[in-house]
């Protein structure tokens, strides 16, 4: 009989999936990410998380140029694309379990760790390699690890971490860090400790631009209490929680993904709220102030494309 501490694992043609007590991961291989994060019955998944690599244009952007001369990184935050995938049963490396070589497992697979890696490859000039690793351990928790390669021959980065699109939109969030918004160079006014926030407020801009970002993070928790199934209308409210590892991260969690407000020149183009975007980010450019007429932000607030970044944290159910 298999141990009830480990995970089980299911080898379908063209996903991975993942369970255990009270919880069931899908990891589509053709999409490039985890089609579906079910925790006590409740989907966390809209979209597949992917590296984001755009923050929506600022008042400040705009006058020093900065998103024209780094736009393609809004391309790669929408484009970029999986090249190859590992998966790893208890750190060991396996033939890639796709159709025909799925066969050979059971319906009664079982291991202590499972880990899908998605190979992505930006879509810039040139490309550069960005692997995300999904480490899945017993009880359900799940080690995240997303790694860009630098290079020098692009642009800078506005700013480089993990997105997550969920199906209905937060009531609200609680995090251990800084209060308000905070960006690298707008920290000082930062006050350490644990925070509450009610739903998902954007900053009422006339042109919607970049906001809402929380630096110095060691943890934030989204709670929501609907989901899209119409057999589920209970409205008790529940929870997913992200966690630092070695780090502190920055995170936003917001009705909208960049895109949307880079596509909307007044905050009423906006759409309604339907869905909750979680960045949690790595790397954050500062967003200056020093004028919106050509200032660039202070260099030790730039993110160089050249240099490797690392982003690890922690998926826990709550």
Not at 32 to 38: A, D, F, K, R
Not at 54 to 70: C, E, H, I, M, Q
Not at 247 to 266: D, I, M, V
Not at 294 to 315: M, P, Q
Request: with cysteine; hydrophobic share 35%.
């Amino acid at each position: 009989m298999a141990n009830t501490n480990q995970l089980k694992v299911i080898y379908g043609d063209g996903t991975l999936g993942v369970g255990g007590d009270d919880f069931h991961y899908i990891f589509n291989y053709g999409r490039g990410g985890i089609e579906s994060l079910v925790i006590g019955g409740k989907e966390w998944c809209y979209r597949e998380p992917k590296p984001t690599f755009w923050r929506a244009t600022t008042d400040n952007d705009r006058g020093n140029g900065f998103s024209v001369k780094s736009a393609q990184w809004l391309g790669a935050d929408m484009f970029s694309t999986v090249k190859s995938i590992d998966v790893k049963i208890n750190g060991q490396l396996i033939d890639f379990p796709i159709a025909p070589e799925n066969n050979k497992y059971s319906n009664h697979e079982y291991a202590d760790e499972v880990a899908v890696v998605f190979h992505f490859e930006t879509n810039t000039v040139p490309a550069t390699p960005v692997d995300v690793t999904y480490t899945v351990q017993p009880g359900g928790s799940i080690l995240v690890n997303a790694h860009y390669t630098g290079n020098q021959d692009l642009p800078e980065l506005p700013v480089f971490g993990m997105r997550f699109i969920m199906p209905t939109p937060a009531t609200g969030f609680d995090y251990e860090g800084l209060s308000g918004e905070t960006y690298p160079d707008r920290m000082a006014g930062g006050e350490a400790g644990v925070y509450h926030v009610d739903g998902l407020p954007v900053a009422k801009y006339l042109v919607p631009q970049d906001n809402g970002v929380h630096m110095a993070t060691k943890w934030v928790t989204i709670t929501r209490d609907s989901v899209k199934s119409n057999m589920d209308n209970s409205k008790v409210p529940f929870s997913l929680k992200f966690a630092q590892v070695d780090q502190p991260f920055a995170f936003s969690a917001l009705p909208y993904t960049a895109e949307e407000f880079e596509n909307a020149t007044h905050i009423e183009e906006l759409p309604l709220p339907r869905r909750t975007v979680v960045s949690i980010l790595g790397a954050v450019r500062g967003v200056g102030g020093i004028d919106s007429w050509g200032a660039d932000v202070e260099s030790n607030y730039h993110i160089s494309a050249g240099e490797d970044i690392d982003l690890t944290f922690k998926i826990e159910r709550v």
